[in-house]
């Protein structure tokens, strides 16, 4: 397999936490990912959860190059050193097969116990198993993954035009979240659950996914930490060679140098790039991971 060289610019951390990539969606931003992996260095990687998309994949076939990039990058991570954890989330669940193996240097773990530089201990988890729609009724998810991959398809068009007037990449999804209230109440209640979780099992924070925003804040005695998400924010928790946690927001951080795909209509046969790009063949699952 060939590799491009290294970017001049690499940052390096001690431990990067990266989830809700939805490889096989159009909502994907895989450039943007690319990049990242591109420019960043760590000790140890984290894969807290839908990195691939299978309930999508299910429905429609969509894969592209960019996709290729991105597990590209990740194996040569492996291959260079890098400890990388694989913790499956909902979109990805059939992974949850491999939990408590170690795949072509790839741990598969339900979750894991984080000790950052400093000596704090962080759980680290998905996070679907405090959604009630997910736990309780998969039908109402999948109606209600619809609904947001469309959403995400006016997203990728308001920000085409956005591009065009040289501006930043600004998620519409985002916005709306912190705007309608039901939305709001619903993020506050599952950071409340994922805090609790990690108090009972007597650590200092949590790391989670799932929820596509990004976050980090104190909840009583607990450090909560959402990663965020590569579909809207794309955004990752990173972690210091001195134990400090930070959110990155690489669409701010990559701005006039990454150019993502153009828009194609959600739910269609359309492609976003070729025809060709869009029908890559992906690695299969040993190839995914060495």
């Known amino acids: 397999m060939n590799m491009m060289p290294l970017p001049e610019r690499v940052t390096r951390h001690r431990t990067i936490f990266i989830s809700d990539i939805h490889l096989g969606t159009r909502g994907c931003k895989a450039e943007f990912l690319h990049d990242f992996l591109r420019h960043t260095e760590s000790e140890t990687l984290y894969l807290v959860g839908d990195i691939v998309d299978g309930w999508r994949l299910k429905k429609i076939w969509y894969w592209r190059t960019a996709f290729n990039d991105v597990v590209h990058e990740v194996l040569r991570k492996v291959q260079n050193g890098t400890r990388v954890i694989y913790i499956p989330g909902n979109h990805d669940e059939i992974a949850r097969n491999y939990v408590g193996l170690t795949v072509g240097g790839v741990e598969f773990r339900a979750d894991d116990i984080h ?25 109402l998810a999948m109606i209600g ?28 999804s985002a916005f709306l979240k912190k705007k309608v209230k039901s939305a709001f109440n619903y993020i506050q209640k599952y950071e409340t659950l994922v805090a609790d979780t990690a108090e009972k099992r007597g650590v200092d924070g949590v790391i989670c996914g799932h929820i596509h925003h990004a976050e980090m804040r104190m909840i009583g005695d607990i450090l909560y930490c959402n990663d965020g998400d590569w579909v809207e924010s794309c955004t990752a928790l990173v972690e210091d060679m001195d134990g400090q946690l930070s959110i990155l927001n690489w669409a701010h951080i990559s701005h006039g140098r990454v150019q993502p795909a153009a828009p194609s209509e959600p739910g269609t046969g359309a492609r976003s790039g070729s025809e060709e ?11 995914l991971v060495g």
């Open 145 to 172: 993954d619809w609904a947001y991959n469309t959403a995400l398809w006016v997203n990728s068009v308001f920000n085409w035009g956005r591009r065009q007037l040289g501006l930043h990449y600004w998620s519409l």
């Open 277 to 287: 790009d869009a029908q890559a063949s992906p690695p299969r699952l040993p190839e």
């Open 115 to 139: 000790k950052t530089a400093d000596g704090r201990r962080f759980l680290v988890l998905h996070g679907d198993e405090f959604d009630g729609v997910v736990r309780n009724a998969k039908w």
